[in-house]
DNA sequence: TTCTGTGAATCTCTTCACAGCA
DNA sequence: TGCTGTGAAGAGATTCACAGAA
């Protein structure tokens, strides 16, 4: 989710458990953090705070990369950083397209977090003729007749499609073709891929169909009534809420709802 | 999720496991395309395949919600179509605000599928005082001074953060001190929120370190060496991992003493 | 016969709890 | 002593395979 998701027919990357590399890149976020803080080393249980999961998972996900950690210590910051950059594969140059440059496309093009991670946006590319040559983000926008020469000659692997539904398969059967292998999808479909090609979607619309499911839930619990049942004006209940509440919570780990994905 | 996903702490919903939620978007969104087509019936088998999902995934799915199918047959469209809306709480009206009028901001305003779906964008709000008044999506820009009056006068429950980073954390605060139970975050960091606060969170860089993760393992095989063997070229960044540290792990593949922060 | 609904088997992920190293 | 690393238990999700309704 969310970071929502397409997966992997089935088997585990090279032991890895799909699982664990969805959270990799929440570990590296907060390693970074706290190496832009010249933090030296951190325990499991401080670094799995940060990054909003429990202490035995973090310790767990990283014993599939290997014994990173020093029993007694922790984990060296910076050292963590590197192996789970590698691990992620994050050491090297991925050149970037992205399609469809209407507000969402442009966003993505804006969006620093692109930059800092080895992914290059390569070129933009849109259908609109009226839209060639214009700068976004500091590039001139690319017409759909060029996509395949785009792709090759940057020896692109990784394209974003953010253009209408209607267009997003037709998109990403030129995208395969033409030699791309990973999809980022924002439009609204089911995309049909070749094998050998991964998928990955991100749905506005369906996470917030999914927060709305709970919201009702909780709407109808508040009322005492079986969930779902009552329409119900939403909400006006404020609750509580406050450091109380999480205290009150049965586990050991204090961990927060956030998570995930997509 | 994202989508991933963001998961609740614990108990199923209703009865209703949390995957299986997270997919009632999926199978509604085509089901509303048969019945946009007037397409009377549909069998597990074509919903499950116009959904992307196996069909005794699907059945298993809707086998939470009711018996609603006919044997021999297969699901009534339009009686599947209220069925799920009702159960995923779309058959009210749920008003949004978004926070953060940048280009993602006004990307999610200008979505059509919120609308479609039972979701109303009530108000959008950015710090910026130039931007107040501005009209987006046909809407004016209120500034965060009315975020709170803005909530309690609209009854709104859902929150959409697409601000910066670093303004996250304080945003989110503030809605959940107003009264939103339901957030759904855009900016790449972790919320904390108190215990009764439902946060999803879609985070794009993750997204694609996912599937670099993917696409560097495709790279290895092809090579028909082990995966993530190749260091690539460790861009820029110091720090020297000591070589004694990098020998005494032992995990897969031998490593690079260099570094690179991100 | 056709296609749903569902127990049972399987697989995956999470959590527990503690052995063992620094 | 403190914290990692990990078997084992537990929970959840998926898939199988078939009984049974239309």
Redesign the interface.
Known sequence: ??????H?PATR???IPEAT??R???Y???L?AL??RSVPTVSSEELAT???VNSAKLRKDFSY????GTRGVGY?V??L???I??????????P?VIVGI???G???A??G??A????RVAALIDADPAMAGKPVAGLPVRHTDELESIISDNGV??GVIATPAGAAQQVCDRLVAAGI????NFA?T?L?VPE?V?V???????????????????AGEEAGQG??AA??????G??????A??A??KGPEG????????
Request: proline share 6%.
């Open positions: 989710m969310a970071t929502g998701r397409t992997r990357s090279r032991g590399v969805a990799l890149p929440l590296l976020r907060a970074t190496s832009e940060a990054a909003g990369l290997g014994s990173y060296d910076e050292y950083v590197y192996q950059s590698r691990e992620l594969g994050l050491t090297q140059d991925w970037v209407g507000n969402l442009a966003a993505l804006n969006y977090g692109f800092s991670r080895g992914f692997s990784i292998t990973s999809i980022l609204p089911v049909s050998g991964d990955r979607k991100v749905d506005l619309s369906i996470e917030l169909q999914i927060l709305a499911f709970h919201e009702q839930r909780k969930p779902a329409p119900a004006q939403p909400r006006q404020t609750q509580a809420r406050t450091a509440a999480a009150s919570r961990d927060v709802p956030a998570v995930m994905p997509a």
